[in-house]
């Protein structure tokens, strides 16, 4: 049960998990906290309730300075960056020469240089698929000396505004700079859960005393991965690796609407063949939320199937939803299956287990538009 | 919790005449996590010792649990299916899971007793 977790890396708050009783798990190469002793469901119910604080600095963290950053990055993605306005933050995917999906990211305008936020198990590949790409006058910075702290839920922006009043004032995917608690942060209101709140760059060495302030906060508590994942499934959210990953495309994945307008009249990112064909012609599956009956979850790699017949697709991740208080899933089906309450079958350990396709998010996001 | 033998799986085992009822302990409890759902035996399903034969599921993730000693399932905790969570709060009492007709009640002899059991976690921690 105990797996070792020696030879991980550690984040910078590794020592602050450890003494608040996070139970460590090895995740994409990274010690990280799976739970503190509250657990994943109360963990998960004080996010929804109040504010969590989660760290994810495991995650890579750069930045792409030249006055051609914007068109360089869009040789990688079939976002609009060069539309983003300043101190603006989008939701984009870098994809494949044949169409598939890289990865995920975020990309932020803080005017005089781009912000990248990718994934831990991604960030190698994805900075250097990016260098690559880069034409002389642009340059990527890799910020490995920079933590990131999300914090999360209704209570998040009661609870931090006393320390940086602009922080207030910034409405769902605003970002900016400003120094909470003496400390210079990047900050984006946005987040991983579906609900309001910040993410927040700091220096790997404030990082911690950082956290202990947010902590000391009223509401807040940490929260680990384990509820991270269970409030991004509620909230429809995709994980990189279990939900898209090079084999499926931006159309399957129901992620067009990261594309930009212009961008889908240029065709000029990799992999815009596939999806051009995709967009004109129809995809042979769709990412479809599914709500199984009952209270038995059907977790990644169950098989999908028409009721009583063949397989029409797979789960790529499904948990127990707390705040829904039912199983919840997403995952692929053929795109005669993807309409809304279509009946399905999921087969979980040899049984058929009655599905519906559903509408997502599971629980309505919150985000301060 | 002196009178309970304890399986190698974190499930322990209550005799009583030569039915035997079945749980998981307060260290499996605590690994797995809030539990959400619990699929119990047949009832008149006979289980051979380290026979998966229930499964529970936390938040996270779904775990066997494993009969202990082979028997007949003679009776299930229904009211799990209502209240999973009664397998966090009370593992070792109203969160029980099974009973089995034991067939081979010198198996009992294999598992540990309490002492054993807490040394066997305390080694493989």
């Known amino acids: 049960m105990a797996e070792s977790t020696e030879s991980l890396f550690e984040t910078p708050l590794g020592a602050l998990h450890r003494e608040l009783g996070g139970r460590m798990v090895p995740f994409a190469g990274y010690a990280m906290p799976v739970q503190y002793p509250l657990g994943i469901l109360g963990e998960h119910l004080h996010c929804r309730a109040a504010a969590g604080l989660f760290d994810v600095s495991h995650m890579g963290q750069a930045e792409l300075v030249g006055e051609n950053a914007a068109t360089a990055l869009e040789?990688?993605?079939?976002?609009?960056?060069?539309?983003?306005?300043?101190?603006?933050?989008?939701?984009?995917?870098?994809?494949?020469?044949?169409?598939?999906?890289?990865?995920?990211?975020?990309?932020?305008?803080f005017g005089n240089r781009l912000f990248l936020v990718v994934n831990a198990s991604r960030k190698h590949e994805d900075f250097a698929r990016i260098e690559a790409a880069l034409p002389a006058g642009v340059k990527l910075n890799r910020l490995p000396d920079r933590a990131l702290l999300a914090l999360q839920g209704p209570g998040a922006v009661a609870a931090i505004a006393p320390l940086a009043p602009a922080l207030a004032a910034m409405k769902f995917m605003d970002v900016a700079e400003v120094t909470i608690a003496g400390v210079p942060c990047f900050?984006?209101?946005?987040?991983?859960?579906?609900?309001?709140?910040?993410?927040?760059?700091?220096?790997?060495?404030?990082a911690e005393a950082f956290a202990r302030t947010l902590l000391a906060l009223p509401g807040v508590a940490p929260v680990g991965l384990g509820a991270r994942d269970s409030l991004r499934l509620e909230a429809g959210l995709c994980l990189y690796g279990n939900d898209i990953d090079e084999t499926t495309s931006p159309v399957e994945a129901a992620l067009v609407w990261s594309i930009g307008k212009r961008r889908r009249m240029e065709w000029n990112f990799p992999g815009a063949e596939r999806v051009r064909d995709e967009l004109a012609n129809g995809t042979?599956?769709?990412?479809?939320g599914i709500r199984p009956e009952g209270r038995q979850p059907a977790r990644g790699h169950t098989a999908v199937h028409v009721p009583g017949g063949e397989?029409?697709?797979?789960?790529?991740?499904?948990?127990f939803g707390p705040s829904l208080n039912g199983p919840m899933a997403m995952g692929y089906v053929a795109r005669a299956q993807a309409a809304d309450n279509t009946p399905l079958e999921l087969m979980v350990r040899g049984k058929p287990l009655a599905a519906r396709v559903a509408a997502m998010p599971f629980v309505a996001n919150r985000y301060a538009r | 919790m002196s009178d309970l033998k304890f399986s190698k799986d974190h499930e322990w085992v209550a005799m009583e005449g030569d039915v035997a009822t079945i749980g998981i302990t307060d260290h499996a409890q605590q690994a797995l996590g809030d539990v959400v759902f619990v699929e119990l035996p047949e009832l008149g399903r006979m289980v051979k010792a380290g026979?998966?034969?229930?499964?529970?599921?936390?938040?996270?993730?779904?775990s066997d649990v494993y009969a202990p000693i082979s028997g007949r399932v003679?009776?299930?905790?229904?009211?799990?299916?209502?209240?999973?969570?009664?397998?966090?709060?009370?593992?070792?009492?109203?969160g029980w899971f099974f009973k089995l007709e034991a067939t081979a009640p010198a198996e009992l002899a294999e598992l540990m007793d309490d002492s054993a059991y807490h040394r066997f976690v305390e080694e493989n921690a």
């Open chain 1, 75 to 109: 040789a990688l993605t079939p976002a609009d960056v060069a539309g983003l306005k300043p101190m603006r933050q989008r939701y984009a995917l870098l994809t494949t020469d044949a169409g598939g999906i890289f990865d995920d990211f975020m990309v932020a305008n």
């Open chain 2, 74 to 94: 003679v009776e299930v905790n229904s009211a799990l299916g209502d209240n999973p969570g009664t397998i966090n709060s009370d593992p070792a009492g109203e």
């Open chain 1, 187 to 206: 900050v984006s209101r946005s987040g991983y859960t579906g609900e309001d709140g910040y993410e927040i760059s700091v220096p790997a060495d404030a």
């Open chain 1, 311 to 319: 397989a029409v697709g797979e789960i790529t991740s499904g948990g």
């Open chain 1, 284 to 288: 042979q599956r769709l990412r479809v």
């Open chain 2, 51 to 62: 026979e998966a034969c229930a499964v529970v599921e936390s938040v996270k993730a779904a």
